[in-house]
């Protein structure tokens, strides 16, 4: 039985104490009894032992029963004093090796049991039928030398005011954790850190409970508190495994769903309370506490992830429909997403979703950036087996599962990992190096191998124990530079003089690596903002710069979105100004693999939704919206959209309300607005999962020819895809607001016709539903430099794809 902490309103100790005076009085009533007993004269005491073996000895004439043997009740002697220095250090929490002191010890007349209970009144050893009530050495210890020989497999009766607990005690186990894996802790490589670090619910030497780690080489001593000790900071001090700068205590009888933190003694004797870094589940915030976890999801999804490796991300079709979870549909659990979100992107056509930080963070408003928890999904929405459901769903639904992955910062929280033992842990010493000047967070210290380890093993944990199918890593610009945002005399060159952090590369370099050697078919993924050379380079290839590659496998390319959405929000007539604005990423398409982010980044803090970006009228807006959308899927390179920029949302997106969903009933006119932009999004999802020239060759400059890029004056853009068999697909846009008719095109001469394919100005898209014959069929007209062409009628503001009829 678990005690249970006192109310909120009353100090724990002082409601012992009180408690334990009326104790006190029969207990020395009792003392006074075990006194006068001494006194008898040793033949009385003869004699009434003699009485006691009579009365169970059998008659001749009545068969012997055999009695259950009853614990024999035994006055322990005064034990060995508890040396002043380790009683102190036990009560300041500095101690590094309780387990020496505590427990069960031989010494010199038998065994000496030594317990730390500072909210008992009473302790008492059982061991088969003995059964020994330890002296009260006051400030929560109690001990007794016992006349035994050997240490025996005992318990303890801990009596609490109101209830007794009966339990192992936590300090006769020898350590739950092996040195091998102290070994690679200590090198910097277990690859599943998670396993033996935090809360890991087990059988130890039989007995079951908890076994709790953390790494605080800097801490004089740590303590774990929690419910089931009145979240007291001493009654349950840690060991130190030595040069390791673990910490290790396993508690038996404590199970899933207690609340704990670690009690943390700092080098100045301060004390600091830390949720757990390596905590697999929270509490909801506000409230901060690690909760003890393990996981009893089964997955349905073997097929899934059989199958999830046969083609490279970079060369099969890879659209993807990013959400924020908290606000697709607020007030929504993860089992109850599970039952809208995979059915809706599914019926899109998106091949996959990706999902905004998932791991715990204190702020809402940070949109998950901002992590404390990088092991826990956030409780706001369910338990870890919950988010495992929603994973598993996406995957049945045939959707991958991609996760947006913070490892380049974490808050200030003075209860996560700042400072975490009392020294710089996480982050770098150098205050130069650890202060992030644009979010008022600290930079993970990447050249520390504990460090290195701690987020290298993170990312493996969500995709090994959540089946995440890829991780978009956040912020791989700020990691990659030194000078990151910072002015002259901020920073500090690296040793060859330049602004390259060489430990954040190692980092990345090392994270990709392992990921892909690890979990198969899994893809990463950088939102990196700038020319690095080599992002999605293997780590093995050395580029110009002589640097290995960092390893991704995509990397956002931020120079088309920032350079086409400028094109598009220019008013039509002074578009032929900015021609280049939409040609220039063909001049570096092929130097990495890309993914085209419409994200969340484009539509919030006074950025406008997409729609609300574009010149016009609202006709105007809705059509551009389209013909920029049917541009982008047929651009070289990967698909993401944001949620609510599917059907043309108005506004922009809030975390508090999330998307307009009110905007696509029909009541409000929406079928031939904010439906037929979603029907749009769906046929271009449709169309290119089957197509592939549109992304078989994504990477390849052979899959990729202009049919004419100078068309400035017309606003024009005319370009083939073609797969690996040679197979075309002719993408026509026009981003003028008039119909351009007869407009000739050059096209391959071993094409005898050509078909319409998908028209963003149909009507049912919500267009003027001006479109081209059935089938349009080449003339021995040579433009373009090619030996035939044919004639469109250009809708306004729209694009066409046509294929091979």
């Not at 894996?181 to 030497?205: C, F, K, N, S, Y």
């Not at 207690?258 to 409230?287: C, H, W």
């Not at 901002?370 to 929405?381: C, K």
């Not at 119909?739 to 050059?746: A, I, K, M, Q, S």
Request: aromatic fraction near 10%.
């Amino acid at each position: 039985m678990t005690p249970r902490p006192p109310s909120s309103d009353s100090d724990p100790k002082k409601s012992a104490k009180k408690a334990a005076k009326s104790v006190k009085k029969a207990a020395e009533k009792a003392v006074t009894k075990k006194a006068t007993a001494k006194k008898e004269a040793p033949a009385a005491k003869k004699a009434a032992a003699q009485k006691v073996t009579a009365k169970k000895a059998p008659t001749k004439k009545t068969p012997a029963k055999k009695l259950p043997a009853q614990p024999e009740p035994v006055v322990p002697a005064a034990s060995p004093t508890l040396d002043a220095h380790d009683r102190d250090r036990l009560l300041s929490a500095t101690h590094h090796d309780p387990h020496g002191v505590l427990g069960a010890h031989p010494v010199p007349g038998g065994i000496a049991f030594r317990v730390f209970k500072p909210f008992a009144l009473s302790v008492t050893v059982v061991a088969g039928t003995l059964r020994a009530e330890l002296h009260d050495d006051g400030d929560g210890f109690f001990s007794g030398l016992v006349p035994l020989r050997e240490v025996p497999a005992y318990r303890l009766l801990v009596a609490y005011e109101g209830s007794v607990q009966e339990t192992e005690d936590a300090y006769r186990f020898l350590p739950a954790l092996g040195d091998l894996d102290l070994h690679l802790i200590g090198e910097g490589r277990h690859e599943q850190l998670w396993t033996v670090l935090g809360a890991e619910p087990m059988t130890h030497q039989d007995v079951p409970g908890t076994r709790f780690t953390v790494w605080a080489p800097n801490a004089r001593g740590v303590s774990l508190a929690g419910t089931f000790n009145f979240w007291d900071g001493t009654g349950y001090p840690m060991r130190s495994l030595g040069s390791s700068g673990i910490w290790e205590l396993f508690v038996p009888g404590i199970g899933e769903g207690e609340l704990y933190k670690f009690a943390i003694t700092r080098q100045d004797g301060s004390k600091t309370l830390r949720a757990d870094p390596m905590a697999r589940r929270t509490e909801v915030p506000p409230n901060t506490s690690s909760i003890v976890h393990a996981s009893h999801h089964e997955w349905h999804d073997a097929a899934w992830l059989e199958r999830r490796a046969d083609t490279p991300a970079h060369e099969g079709p890879f659209s993807v429909y990013e959400v924020h979870l908290a606000s697709w549909r607020p007030g929504l659990t993860y089992r109850q997403l599970a039952e809208q979100l995979p059915a809706y992107v599914k019926d899109l056509g998106f091949t996959h979703v990706e999902l905004m930080p998932v791991a715990e963070h204190p702020f809402g408003g940070s949109w998950g950036y901002q992590v404390t928890g990088f092991y826990a999904p956030t409780a706001r929405l369910g338990t870890p087996d919950d988010f495992k459901y929603l994973v598993d769903a996406f995957h049945e639904a045939g959707i991958g599962v991609l996760m947006d992955w913070v490892p380049a910062h974490f808050p200030r929280d003075d209860w996560a990992l700042a400072e975490f033992d009392g020294r710089p842990l996480y982050e770098h010493e150098d205050p130069l190096r650890s202060a992030h000047p644009d979010w008022g967070t600290l930079e993970f210290d990447f050249g520390r191998r504990e460090v290195r380890n701690f987020l290298v093993a993170n990312a493996i944990y969500w995709c090994e124990e959540f089946h995440i199918d890829g991780l978009r890593v956040d912020a791989v610009a700020s990691m990659l530079y030194l000078d990151y945002s910072r002015e002259p005399g901020q920073w500090l060159p690296n040793e060859h003089g330049g602004r390259e952090n060489l430990d954040a590369v190692a980092f990345l370099q090392e994270m990709n690596a392992t990921v892909y050697r690890r979990v198969p078919g899994v893809v990463t993924i950088a939102e990196e903002s700038t020319a690095w050379d080599g992002v999605t380079r293997a780590t093995h290839h050395i580029g110009p710069g002589g640097f290995g590659g960092l390893g991704f496998g995509l990397k956002w390319n931020m120079g088309w979105m920032h350079d086409s959405l400028g094109y598009v929000q220019h008013e039509p007539i002074h578009r032929k100004y900015h021609h280049h604005e939409m040609t220039f990423s063909m001049v570096y398409a092929y130097s990495e693999n890309y993914v085209l982010p419409i994200s969340h980044d484009e539509v919030v803090h006074g950025k406008r939704s997409l729609v609300s970006k574009l010149p016009g009228d609202w006709w105007q807006q809705r059509a551009t919206h389209r013909a920029y959308l049917g541009f982008m899927w047929a651009h070289p390179g990967k698909q993401l959209l944001f949620m609510g920029q599917e059907f043309a949302q108005g506004a922009e997106w809030s975390e508090a309300h999330g998307p307009d969903w009110w905007l696509l009933d029909p009541a409000y006119g929406a079928e031939a607005d904010h439906r037929g932009v979603r029907d749009l999004v769906r046929d271009l999802n449709i169309v290119y999962r089957h197509t592939p020239a549109l992304w078989q060759r994504d990477t390849d400059p052979a899959g990729f020819e202009w049919i004419v890029g100078d068309a400035a004056d017309d606003n024009v853009f005319a370009f083939m895809r073609l797969d690996a068999e040679g197979t075309p697909l002719l993408a026509v846009s026009n981003f003028s607001p008039v119909v351009r008719h007869d407009y000739r095109l050059g096209v391959p001469d071993s094409i005898p016709a050509w078909h319409e394919t998908l028209n963003t100005d149909v009507g049912k898209y919500g267009g003027g539903d001006l479109t081209n014959p059935d089938v349009i069929k080449p003339e021995a007209t040579a433009w373009h430099g090619r030996p035939a062409s044919i004639t469109l009628t250009l809708p306004p503001l729209a694009t066409l794809w046509l294929r091979p009829e």
